[in-house]
Each structure stands twice: as structure tokens, then as C-alpha cells.
């Protein structure tokens, strides 16, 4: 009996201390004077104040009383957090005994988010959850089997199919998309996931073309105090303010990132107390190891995100009171009285002891539940252990689509080619080709920095329009609508991670990222995001999109930051496609079958070529398509082979006709495709010449081209009767200065001089 007194009088001081509304209306968007006004506050959504729950005693829940719950839901609250916590120590016995292999656990945030599924709709709306939230998954309707199979790595596993570690949630009937282990990289996704319905409702053709949306759905997305430090977190909150989008932040604040504590991590303390300038942002703050105090706050939250006010942010603070992970000792870092401390607000217990106090159940009724979900994890943990694995020669399937081949024939359209019209460049026809399939697909978005002809639409008769920095993307915004064709703020990340979240839900962004200098800042969401989706998820969720991007250098004057060339770091990607034409016809018809593809393709536009008169090409028609890995003959010889790409086919193309005047015989192949790559036609040439140079613009060391020589190497010896030779750019970055540019980039001498040199070898 003292033990429950003292844990209600802990319930009553965190619900007096903790339930704090610190935006309770957002206010509107305006300059930023000084001193910064007030906020306006407005009554709560009406839809968050239904009746009394009589049974209840306000005296000791206040928060209680606006909710109206009767005793099946109360006591299934306990239930469904009592199971999460069971889970977990289920979990933790199976890796004391080596049969599972990782565990991270949701202890302490199980009652705001049961709180957090009592909200919101499984298959209705959408879930972004992180790793604690087992609790949510549960009482969206995953069972206590398909969580344990995950933990098992079994073949059944609906997260992954035993290919992610536990805890990293996914199913797909209930709309909870998978996540994985970099934190706070599913925060931009959802925000893409919730934008896919908005541009739906802007679309007319949309709503004919893409299921599965409602008018009033939400997206959930969560995330750890030490999260909100990322700076994909800020992006986040930017782009689902600026467009109102109806997502529900949920911050579960534990104090704790690992070993970091939440002082440490942010200025102040209190992430919610530097995001109140976020304009249409619904911020409250609640007791999360209150599951009341709790769906309270998170009605209100989801409410005003259903009436499309804005997005919402609850600040939940909760406990942590095992370790990160079973990897981590929190005792090496926190003392016994904090920890003390959290285990008293433990919310298992305090709201078990609740439940008993209230005369909503009495003790033997707790431990009748207690009895059943100790039950029944045990029988899931049986069948969990005794589930089929996967079989080793699953672990190539769905790096790819299973279900469009891009490299299959109905790619392949070359040889029907009727060419038509008057000779375009690069960028007329890579134009040509947006606006050809953004007619044929309504599904089709295009964004990024300053792809719009003008985003002040009003001004749109009276300015020429900007249509990106080189003119690719002109006069697609005046033709299909700022809905379908926009800027986005200069965030890279921003721009891949929203991409991702509307391809999930079925749209097809073709977005681009101004220079491939700036690609950085995207890689995180590219490398583990967007290229592993499908296989992460054993097929369950896929992510096809198109990335344009300018890149390269021989700009005169590009320098180091608008004339860099790394692709290898992007063709070592399993599940990205890379794609580089080198000239007009290729561009279109390369370009079209990215679209028209099942996977995420990052498509390489090599700027010095966007307006070559040597490359251009007449019109080739709407469905003229060339097939990936299929790379091209661009000059017969029988001396030797040069297997280039991108800029280097002019210069490779230019070398060999000066070898000719000295009676050598150069043949040129052109890759088109890098990933794939097209080796039967390096197999065939090497066979023809039995000489080869591989010729590219990146550096010489760990540069694409090492690739190719060493696999001709290794599996073409015997054809050879020359060591394979690179030419390549200098392990260094690209000067300004002109003449260290020509130093630094391979020039046609550097290719002429290795055919003089190979030949003679």
C-alpha cells in the first residue's frame, strides 16, 4: 500500500509539472521585428474536449477529465504498454542467451505511444516511427510474433524479412513505412509522405492515377532528443510549416542520447523552446510516461492536423530506464539517483497502480493480464525461434526491381529511331523529354533550386523565367503548374528526402540538385535511404525517382566547387542506378527510360556538353528509349580499344583521328550506363583490338575506371597483349586558373599519347 501512495503522489506532481502548451495556436508568417511580437492564443479544436469520464477522479488526473474512456480502453492501455515492456524483456533473455543477435529497447516510452496509435488509423494514415516505438507498432495492430521474427531474423519478419535489425519497424498494411538506423533521416521522408497527398489535392489527374490517399489522413513521424540535433530535423519543420502540412511530430525527449545528455545536446535544454518561431507549428508539451495526460495531447495534436491547420509537435517526456541498447552500460555514465529517479516514473508500474487506486481493476485482475501477455510472448518467442530463416541465395533479390527491367529490350528503341525537326543541344533535347513525359504521366513532379520559371506565379507574364541555372527544366512550370513543377530551398537532403516520401506513396519526382558539387549534404538520405528501401524492406516499400545533376568540369573557371566528378562513390551504391550521356539523342532517350524505370537512378548531365554543337541531334520521338547497360560504338578500329564516357568521348573520339594520320586503327566504346555497365561490349572489344584504355574524367586512383581495368584484368587476360591503361584526371581537385585546369582534367594530348605508347608496347 505505500508503495502505491507514493507512486500517486509522483503521478500528481508530473501531471501539474509536465502539461505545458507552449504554442497553443501558431500565429501567422510575418517580418521578424524587434522586439518579437507575442503569440496570439486561441481556443483548443473543439474535436479535443469530449466528456467527463465519470469513473474517474479528477482529484487526482486532471488531465483526465476531458476524455472519454471507459474501462476496456483504460485497461487496454495497460495491457498493450504491459506487452511492449514484455517484448523487451523477452528480447533481452533471448540475447543473454545468443539467440537473438541485438536489442534496443522502448522501455519507459510505451504510454504516449500507445497514447500516439489510439489517434491515429492503421492503413489510413502514414508512420514514420524510430526505434523505441514498439509500443506504437502494437497498438497500430503488429503482433507480439512479428515483432520477435524480426528479432530472430526470421524470413516472415514484416520489417525486413530478416535483413535490418529489430526494432527497425515496417508493415505494410498498416502504412508503417520501414526506418532504419541513421536517426532523424525519416523526418524529411515523412514530411514527403504527407506532401504527396497535398500536390494529390492539387493535382485533378492525380486522383485518378494514385490510391490509397484521404482527404483527412496524417502522417506520424518520431524521433529522440538527441535527433533534433540534426540539421534534417530543422528541414523538416521548414518545409511542413511552409506548406501546413498535416504531419504530427512526436520528440521523445528520454534526456539521454546514448551517453549525452539533453544539455548537452541543445542550447538551453528545451528543443521546443527554439522551434516557437516555426509559423502554423501546433507545439505542446506532456508528461509521456502519463498514457492520459498523454491521449490528450496527442488528440489535439492529430485534430489539428486532420483540420489541415498546420503540423503539430508534441514534446514527451519520458524515461529510458534500461541502457541505449544492449551494447551500452548506462551505469558507466549516469548515477543511482537519476536512475532511481526514472525508474520511480517508471509507466508501467505507476499506471498499473493507477488502474487499482481508481477501482478501474482490482489486483487480481492485473496479474490475470499480466499472466496472458506473459503468455503469449512466451508462445510467440516459440514460434519466433522455430520460423525459417531466409535462404542465403535471397540476398541479391530486390537490390533492383523485380519488376521493370531498364536494361530489357522493351527499353531499346534505337534501331526504329526516325529523327525529325531541326538539331537541338543536350539541354533542348533533356527539356524535350520533361515536358514529353510529364505529359504522358501526371504523376511526374519536378523540384529542386531554381528549377521553377518563377515562384511568384503572379509574375510569371511579365518575367522570361529562370527553368534551373543551365535552362534545363524552362518553361515546365508555365506549361504543367507551380503544383507539379517548383523550388525547393537550398537543402540537398531537403530535396532527396522529401523525393523519397512522395515516391512511397506513388508519385515520380524527377528533382535535381544543381551542381554534383553539392551532393553532399544528400548523401546520407541517397546512400541509406534511397538506394536501400526495396532491399531493407525485402520488397515491401520502393522509392523510384529520377536525380538530375550537372557535373564535371572544362568550364574555364569552374574551379574546385563546379567542376567536380566522383562518380565511382555513387556506382558502388547497390540499388542506384547511374547514368551519363555524352551527347544530345542519348541524353533524351537515357533520360526517358530513367523516368519510365522502377528504380531510384541518379542521372549524370555533364555540363560542358549541355550545349556542344558537335553532340546535338534532331528529335527522336516521344518514345524513343535506349535501354540501360547497353553501351555504344561510337568509331570502329582494330589496334586498339578506348572505353570512355561522358566528356572524354569527344576528346577520346578526337585522339583517335589523330592516331589515324599515323595508321593506327582506334575503336571507341562508349558506356552510356554505369551502373550497369555494358561488359559484354568491353568483352567484345578487348577480343577485337587486344589493346585497351579506359579514359575518364575522375581521378586516377579508386576512380570508376579502376574498375573496369581490373575485371578486364582478371577475366580477359589471355586476350591482351598490352597492360590496360587509364587516362585519367590527377589525384587532386580542379584549379581555377585555366592552365592548371588543362594540368589537372585529361586532355586530347594525354589521350593521343597513350595510344602512341600502347601501341608501341
Known amino acids: 500500500m505505500n508503495t502505491d501512495t507514493k507512486v500517486l503522489k509522483l503521478v500528481r506532481k508530473s501531471e501539474s509539472d509536465t502539461t505545458e502548451v507552449v504554442n497553443e495556436q501558431p500565429r501567422a508568417a510575418q517580418p521578424a521585428p524587434a522586439p518579437r511580437p507575442t503569440p496570439v492564443e486561441v481556443p483548443r479544436p473543439k474535436a479535443s474536449t469530449p466528456k467527463a469520464v465519470p469513473s474517474l477522479k479528477p482529484a487526482r488526473a486532471k488531465s483526465q477529465g476531458k476524455l472519454d474512456l471507459d474501462h476496456k480502453t483504460l485497461i487496454g492501455i495497460y495491457r498493450t504498454m504491459y506487452l511492449s515492456r514484455r517484448i523487451d524483456d523477452k528480447e533481452i533473455q533471448l540475447k543473454g542467451q545468443n539467440k537473438i543477435f541485438f536489442q534496443i529497447s522502448g522501455a519507459g516510452h510505451e504510454a504516449v505511444l500507445v497514447a500516439a496509435g489510439l489517434t491515429m488509423k492503421a492503413g489510413y494514415d502514414w508512420f514514420y516511427p524510430y526505434y523505441r516505438d514498439r509500443a506504437l507498432c502494437l497498438q497500430l495492430g503488429m503482433t507480439p510474433l512479428e515483432q520477435l521474427l524480426a528479432a530472430v531474423g526470421a524470413e516472415d519478419d514484416p520489417s525486413s524479412h530478416g535483413r535490418q535489425m529489430p526494432s527497425h519497424w515496417g508493415h505494410k498494411d498498416l502504412n508503417i513505412v520501414s526506418q532504419s538506423s541513421p536517426t532523424g533521416t525519416q523526418l524529411l521522408q515523412a514530411v514527403g509522405c504527407a506532401e504527396a497527398g497535398y500536390r494529390v489535392n492539387l493535382i485533378p489527374e492525380l486522383k485518378r492515377q494514385v490510391e490509397g490517399f484521404h482527404n483527412d489522413e496524417v502522417t506520424y513521424v518520431s524521433l529522440g532528443d538527441g535527433t533534433s540535433s540534426e540539421g534534417e530535423f530543422w528541414e523538416a519543420l521548414n518545409t511542413a510549416c511552409n506548406l501546413k502540412l498535416p504531419v504530427v511530430f512526436l520528440l521523445e525527449d528520454n534526456g539521454y542520447a546514448i551517453s549525452v545528455p539533453v544539455e548537452v545536446q541543445t542550447a538551453g535544454g528545451d528543443v521546443s523552446k527554439l522551434i516557437e518561431g516555426f509559423p502554423s507549428l501546433y507545439i505542446q508539451k506532456c508528461d509521456g510516461t502519463d498514457p492520459i495526460e498523454s491521449l490528450e495531447t496527442m488528440r489535439r495534436a492529430v485534430q489539428y492536423c486532420r483540420e489541415r491547420k498546420g503540423p503539430s509537435y508534441v514534446h514527451a517526456k519520458v524515461i529510458r530506464p534500461y541502457s541505449h541498447s544492449l551494447s551500452d552500460d548506462e551505469k558507466l555514465y549516469r548515477s543511482d539517483e537519476e536512475r532511481v529517479t526514472d525508474a520511480e516514473r517508471d509507466p508501467v508500474k505507476r499506471y498499473g497502480a493507477r488502474l487499482i487506486d481508481e477501482g478501474i481493476i482490482d489486483q487480481d485482475g492485473l496479474q490475470k493480464i499480466k499472466d496472458e501477455v506473459d503468455r503469449e510472448v512466451a508462445e510467440a518467442a516459440d514460434k519466433a525461434l522455430g520460423s525459417a530463416q531466409p535462404s542465403p541465395d535471397s540476398v541479391t533479390k530486390y537490390v533492383f526491381s523485380p519488376d521493370v527491367d531498364p536494361t530489357a529490350k522493351e527499353f531499346d528503341t534505337e534501331d526504329a529511331v526516325e529523327l525529325s525537326g531541326n538539331a537541338g543541344t543536350m539541354v533542348d533535347l533533356i527539356n524535350r523529354c520533361l515536358h514529353t513525359e510529364m505529359a504522358r504521366d501526371p504523376r511526374i513532379v519536378v523540384f529542386g533550386e531554381d528549377v521553377a520559371d518563377c515562384s511568384r506565379e503572379e509574375y510569371l507574364e511579365t518575367v522570361k523565367g529562370k527553368g534551373g541555372v543551365f535552362k534545363v527544366t524552362a518553361n515546365l512550370q508555365r506549361k504543367f503548374g ?190 552510356r550506363s554505369l551502373q550497369p555497365y555494358d561488359w559484354d561490349a568491353v568483352v567484345e572489344t578487348v577480343k577485337k583490338t587486344n589493346r585497351v584504355i579506359v579514359a575518364h574524367e575522375d581521378s586516377l586512383s579508386f576512380g570508376y575506371g579502376a574498375e573496369i581495368a581490373a575485371r578486364i584484368s582478371s577475366e580477359l587476360f589471355e586476350h591482351l597483349d598490352a597492360p590496360v591503361r587509364r587516362v585519367c584526371a590527377m589525384d587532386t581537385f580542379v584549379a581555377y586558373a585555366p592552365q592548371l585546369e588543362d594540368k589537372i582534367l585529361p586532355q586530347v594530348a594525354d589521350v593521343a599519347k597513350a595510344i602512341a605508347e600502347l601501341k608501341n608496347y
Open 482 to 671: 507551380g503544383a507539379r513543377v517548383f523550388n525547393s530551398p537550398l537543402a540537398e537532403a531537403n530535396i532527396v528526402g522529401r523525393a523519397i516520401g512522395m515516391a512511397t506513396r506513388g508519385l515520380k519526382p524527377v528533382v535535381e540538385i544543381q551542381f554534383f558539387d553539392y551532393i553532399w549534404p544528400a548523401m546520407h538520405q541517397i546512400r541509406n535511404e534511397l538506394a536501400l528501401l526495396r532491399w531493407r524492406s525485402g520488397n515491401e516499400w520502393k522509392s523510384p525517382m529520377v536525380i538530375r545533376v550537372p557535373v564535371g568540369g572544362y568550364l574555364k573557371g569552374g574551379a574546385v566547387y563546379h567542376s567536380q566528378s566522383g562518380v565511382s562513390t555513387f556506382t558502388q551504391i547497390p540499388g542506384l542506378r547511374v547514368i551519363y550521356p555524352s551527347n544530345a539523342l542519348d541524353a533524351n532517350g537515357l533520360l526517358r527510360t530513367a523516368i519510365r524505370s522502377d528504380d531510384p537512378v541518379l542521372f549524370l548531365e555533364h555540363k560542358h556538353l549541355y550545349r556542344q554543337a558537335y553532340n546535338k541531334s534532331q528529335y527522336p520521338g516521344d518514345e524513343f528509349m535506349i535501354p540501360f547497360g547497353k553501351a555504344k560504338r561510337v568509331r570502329e578500329g582494330s589496334d586498339l580499344s578506348i572505353i570512355t564516357y561522358g566528356a572524354l568521348v569527344q576528346r577520346s573520339l578526337v585522339a583517335a583521328k589523330q592516331a589515324e594520320q599515323e595508321g593506327v586503327s582506334v575503336e571507341v566504346i562508349d558506356l
